[in-house]
């Protein structure tokens, strides 16, 4: 009886044994086939669409900043803004004391109404140069007169000299009224010539022009516009919306042409500067779609935006110390390239981004241009 039960329980613990490694052996069967499906369902995800998609950590803000100059120098009257003050085209910034160009603007207008004033002399004179020339032309005509008849008389005061008609004093008389006017004519004709030398160099001070287009006027009227200008470079204004930055400028304090007094960031026009490894442009192209998430709003905030550009070298192309490659212990090391991209103006908006934030960039490599 003790035997028929042994042996009955081994039999169950057989059978037990069979069903346990069936059970191992299906489940096992289940598990790869779980694990299949799921490396197979990513191994296609990521060659479908996963694998169209890059993405880096390297990646910052940026921005166009204007650097504000003054065209003229001078004396600071006022200062209106300060670090972050937010400003719109067209601001004053800046206000230099104006009392030199007020003072040049009052001697160029001065300069342009005695230049009209010229030019009208100019025109005016033109008229009575030609009545001088007719007054010299008749005088020329009466000192050839006056020379011809002085010949005449000459010549017969030297023919009745030769019969002792005539004296010697008479005939000497006779000669020094021929000289006379002989040199009569050729001082009236140096006369005439100078006239006509006077009236043409009068008419090539206006020929072709009248008087608010003559040279002189001209160059009158653009020393006073210039003048003008420089009046209103007194003021400083915004070349751009966007916030002040590195104001370096005081109130009484003398500054030159060209140096910088400010920056203004157009943080309404910030752009992303995404550094990719070289071996991840292979299908990047301008125009395609870009998600950007930024440290300050966190993962729950997300840009959209477009690949504008990318550089046209790496990043250690344009360092201050450029790496020497051709050096014998050189070290191949991936290199970046930097990619901007263009963010919706309308986001921004909505939330603001300053320069130099820390940025994540994925482009969606699908769309092909």
């Not at 002189?216 to 070349?239: C, G, H, K, S």
């Not at 301008?286 to 477009?306: A, K, R």
């Amino acid at each position: 009886m003790t035997t028929m039960n042994t042996e009955v329980l081994h039999q169950a613990d057989a059978a037990l044994d069979r069903d346990a490694r069936q059970t191992r052996k299906q489940r096992l069967l289940v598990l790869g086939a779980v694990l299949l499906t799921l490396g197979t369902g990513y191994a296609a995800y990521d060659h479908f669409y996963a694998s169209h998609f890059i993405s880096t950590d390297n990646a910052y803000t940026a921005a166009e900043t204007a650097q504000v100059t003054p065209a003229i120098g001078g004396i600071v009257r006022e200062v209106r803004v300060t670090d972050t003050s937010f400003v719109r085209k067209g601001d004053v910034l800046v206000v230099l004391d104006d009392v030199d160009a007020r003072l040049a603007l009052a001697q160029a207008e001065a300069e342009l109404g005695r230049a009209q004033r010229r030019v009208r002399g100019y025109v005016a004179n033109d008229d009575s140069l030609e009545a001088q020339i007719a007054a010299r032309a008749a005088d020329e005509k009466r000192a050839i007169s006056d020379l011809a008849r002085a010949k005449i008389d000459l010549d017969r005061r030297e023919a009745l000299s030769e019969s002792g008609s005539v004296s010697g004093d008479e005939l000497t008389k006779a000669r020094n009224a021929f000289d006379a006017a002989r040199a009569s004519l050729a001082q009236a004709r140096s006369n005439h010539a100078a006239a006509i030398g006077a009236r043409d160099a009068n008419k090539a001070l206006i020929a072709g022009t009248t008087e608010n287009t003559n040279p002189e006027v001209a160059l009158a009227r653009a020393r006073r516009d210039q003048a003008q200008v420089n009046l209103e470079r007194t003021v400083i204004r915004a070349p751009v919306d966007g916030v002040v930055a590195k104001r370096s400028v005081q109130v009484g304090q003398q500054i030159q042409a060209g140096s910088p007094v400010l920056a203004v960031v157009p943080v309404g026009e910030v752009h992303v500067d995404a550094n990719f490894k070289e071996g991840q442009l292979a299908h990047v192209r301008i125009g395609q779609p870009v998600e950007v998430t930024s440290d300050l709003y966190g993962g729950s905030v997300t840009y959209h935006g477009v690949v504008a550009g990318l550089s046209g070298g790496t990043g250690s192309t344009f360092a201050a110390i450029p790496a020497q490659n051709a050096t014998g212990n050189w070290i191949k090391v991936v290199q970046r390239v930097p990619v901007r991209i263009r963010l919706d103006a309308a986001e921004l908006v909505a939330r603001p981004l300053q320069v130099g934030l820390s940025m994540e960039a994925t482009i969606d490599t699908r769309t092909v241009s």
